[in-house]
Structure formats: structure tokens, C-alpha cells
């Protein structure tokens, strides 16, 4: 079946640094990919939406300048948090969106820690 | 704006019981409804969903769920659980036509062997 690899699964980085989250489908082509953030016994935020070519579409209230997304391949897309704070401490997760109708791939998540 | 409950954030069970996880959504336009599964360590993965057709939809591991369009409504069941049940379970609902998907708080479930 279709697989996601989301990369790193955990980061710890220090207030003022920026981190990057990498999500691949590995065995198909994503023409769409979601980045969400789930805080501890919360539902998961979606926080932007981005398609292969062209600019993230954002979730009112994410910061585009905090969290840049660059989708530029069909099976690759990133997450960057710039100059991240404690508060960005979060589990964030990506999923793919191949051809099929809501077929939807989750990654398995990457546990950001900020100290 | 659109929304999705899910009440009992934690349910604990013994094996062989049976299970039932609330689903209620806001939005009433025509939706495409999920249910997400996520185990310890692992990824989401998907139990089963609805587009349209019998509202009584069966799903993987033995669960099924029912749409009650009346009732804004699409709960979870399954008739025996069992100890490899025990994750945590999230309702989706997506808009016909919008890929986005909104997603419930999540029900951890715990079953006791």
C-alpha cells in the first residue's frame, strides 16, 4: 500500500533555530500533501495545505513566514519551522494525497521540542 | 465554521466487550466521513469511510460505522473488542469537493486483557 516517510521522527533545537520536516510518499505520486500539528490529547490542526508546484495554501491563524512549506516535487514536501520557540513544541504530521479520492497516507509524526 | 466531536476522550474496556465511539459533526452540507485508527508508535491509518451509498459501512479489524445524516452523526462500533484494540481513534469529516479534513479530538481507547 501507499507509504508516507516522515523524517526526522524527533528533533530537540534550541530557542532561535530553525528545523526542517521532511514528508516523501515513497511508492506514489502526492499531488497534495497536509502538514498538521497535534498538541497533547488534541485533535490534529490542519496548518496548511500545499500542492506540487505552487504555493501553500495556509489555515487562518498558522504564521506563513513561522512554518515555510515547499512542495517541490511529487514526492516531497517540507515543513520548516524558522526561528522556533518552546511554544512551537508540538507533534506535527504530513499526510499524502495520491490520485485516488481521498486517499489519504499519514506520516508517522515528528515530536518537535523546543528549549 | 465546520466541527467535529468526539465525547469520552478516554474509554477503558475489558476484552470481548463491545465498543461504541460518538462521531458528531457540524457542517451540513454533503461530507465525506472517516475513521482513523493510530496505535502506540504508529501512524494514523485508516479504519474506514463513507461517500455515499449504504450508510452502514464496514471497515477493517472487525469495526463498522453508521451515518445518520439526521442526526449529523457517524459513530464507530465494533461488537468484541480485543486487547489489540487499544489506540487511540479519530473522526474525520471532509467537505465534498475539499480535500481538507477536519478532525475530532480523538477517543483512547484502552481494553483491559
Known sequence: GAVVSQHPSWVICKSGTSVKIEC???DFQA???FWYR???KQ???LMATSNEGSKATYEQGVEKDKFLINHASLTLSTLTVTSAHPEDSSFYICSAMGDSNYGYTFGSGTRLTVV | ???VSQHNHHVILSEAASLELGCNYSYGG???LFWYVQYPGQHLQLLLKYFSGDPLVKGIKGFEAEFIKSK???NLRKPSVQWSDTAEYF???GLYGNNRLAFGKGNQVVVIP
Do not use: D
Open chain 1, 24 to 26: 516523501r510518499s515513497l
Open chain 1, 31 to 33: 499531488t497534495t500533501m
Open chain 1, 38 to 40: 497535534q498538541f497533547p
Open chain 1, 43 to 45: 485533535s490534529l490542526m
Open chain 2, 1 to 3: 465554521a465546520q466541527s
Open chain 2, 30 to 32: 454533503t461530507v465525506n
Open chain 2, 72 to 74: 449529523f452523526s457517524f
Open chain 2, 91 to 93: 473522526c474525520a469529516v
